[in-house]
């Protein structure tokens, strides 16, 4: 929790083009007005400004009133927490982090029209039943805002709906100059707002930690040059847009702990710049679409538990992901840890459960021979070794001892569930519990036989009276 992380620098940014504007448009009034009515209308848009600010702090419960000492007198640019422009309009407003509890219904926006910087977030700014009813959670003035650039009202305890009609998503059409808005960890339910995609200046969204249900609105992605999208922890349905692809300079996409289904689209490939992915705890499904292959950027990703199958694209973000980040899928296959998320269940078969094993590791379909091989040696021949059976990528100058450590202990219960005798082979819960265990190795990785691998099975598994074979 914390507030918007907006630099010093970003909002000088964002401030010199609008200073620029408000000094041309001076000197032109000066030049066709006297100086008086100039300085008379100065001086009451500060006394509008001040009564505003005032009036919320009177608003706010008692304890939060003594956070705010500063506020009192006639210029509210030496508020803590305001900043102004060089002829006394308030251009800036961060309160973030304070502890206020209160709402926002006392604060009348319109009276601050010129706010280019709005951040309340991290505070206990609320709103009670009734005022819902009467106001919404963020009040109609905050439309007045139309030269605003960055709104962050995240956590606090806004709660409300965002209907089909009203001033908060009229609010959204005439907001052109905002790049900037965060929403997130409050109660607000509802639709995202499709308006949001008018904001063609838009760079980072975060509605993260609501309520919000319905699809993710195609039109979304109209903002282009959105660099950070969050919308996780919601209740959000639908499949995932293929207009999604728009957005090519997007380097942080967050979708995870949704309800979302479908397949991922291969338009997702498009994101050559995305560096951080996560679209965990969903319901995806299918295959993972080849053109992720081209994200060579991505340096973090997180599929896990979803229903997604078949090979992982390989880059670096995906061969060399932790296991928990891909965990919990149906059946997934490219990396050493693989195999520790294709757990079988119980309409499994564990003989195939074997071949998929062996099959993964080794790169290639393992036929009969490996099973002549573990299964017969001639005396006089030294029995086949498992590093000169696995994929290249999982050799001994490749892998660290802990992989090492997994490879041999799933490489033999593969051969365990390969067993001639299905009387030998492991139930079920016996190939679940030992994909949890961690076993160590007494010799080198190198010097692992087939042999000792199958001599192994024989010692290890026997039927139990109550388990189930498949």
């Known amino acids: 929790m914390g507030s918007c992380l907006i ?86 407003l961060n309160l973030s982090n304070l502890g206020m509890r209160g709402t926002l219904g006392g604060l009348d926006f319109s009276r601050l029209a010129n706010l280019i910087s709005l ?36 956590d606090n305890n806004l709660f409300g709906s965002l209907p089909p009609e009203g001033p908060f998503r009229k609010a959204f059409g005439i907001y052109p100059e905002l790049n900037f808005i965060d929403l997130s960890h409050s ?51 639908g499949s995932i847009p293929p207009k999604i692809g728009n957005a090519q300079f ?17 338009e997702l490939g498009k994101l050559r710049v995305l560096e951080t992915m996560d679209v965990s705890h969903n319901g995806l499904f299918g295959s993972i679409p080849h053109t992720l292959g081209d994200m060579l950027a991505l340096t973090i990703v997180d599929i896990s538990y979803n229903n997604l199958e078949g090979p992982l694209p390989n880059v670096k973000a995906f061969t060399e992901a932790p296991f928990e ?44 021979s490996v099973c002549r091989e573990c299964s017969s040696s001639s005396e006089t021949e030294l029995p086949p070794l498992l590093k000169d059976m696995l994929d290249q990528r999982l050799t001994p100058s490749r892998i660290r001892l802990r992989e090492a450590e997994d490879v041999v202990s799933i490489a033999w219960l593969a051969f365990a569930c ?22 160590p190795l007494d010799m080198p990785f190198s010097a692992v036989s087939l042999e000792q691998l199958r001599d192994l099975n024989g010692r290890r598994f026997r039927a139990s009276e109550g388990d189930c074979k498949f």
């Open 7 to 92: 630099s010093d620098r970003s909002l000088l940014n964002n401030l010199q083009p609008a200073l620029g504007a408000s000094s041309s448009f001076f000197l032109l009034f000066v030049s066709s007005a006297s100086s008086t009515p100039s300085t008379f209308t100065a001086a009451a848009n500060s006394e509008k400004q001040t009564e505003a600010l005032q009036t919320w702090k009177s608003s706010l419960e008692g304890r939060s009133q003594s956070l705010l000492p500063s506020w009192r007198g006639n210029d509210s640019c030496n508020f803590v927490g305001v900043a102004c422009d060089d002829y006394g309009t308030i251009t800036r």
């Open 119 to 154: 951040d309340i977030s991290n505070n206990k700014i609320y709103s009670s039943i009734l005022e819902y009813r009467l106001n919404g959670s963020i009040p109609s003035s905050i439309g007045s805002l139309t030269n605003l650039t960055i709104l962050c009202l995240g």
């Open 187 to 237: 109660y607000l339910y509802g639709d995202i707002p499709s308006e949001i995609g008018v904001l063609s200046k838009l760079e980072r969204l975060n509605l993260a930690s609501n309520i919000l249900s319905g699809s993710i609105p195609a039109r979304l992605f109209q903002c282009t040059n959105l660099l950070s999208l969050n919308l996780s922890k919601n209740d959000l349905k």
């Open 250 to 266: 997007l380097d942080v996409l967050d979708l995870s702990r949704n309800l979302l289904t479908g397949r991922i689209p291969q």
């Open 325 to 368: 980040a891909i965990r919990h899928n149906k059946r997934l296959c490219g990396n050493v840890v693989e195999l520790a998320y294709s757990i079988p269940t119980e309409k499994c078969d564990v003989y195939s459960f074997g071949v998929v094993v062996l099959e993964t590791i080794m790169r290639k379909h393992p036929g009969d």
């Open 418 to 439: 390969l067993q001639a005798n299905p009387q030998l082979r492991p139930t079920m819960k016996q190939v679940s519990q030992e994909l949890h265990a961690q076993v």
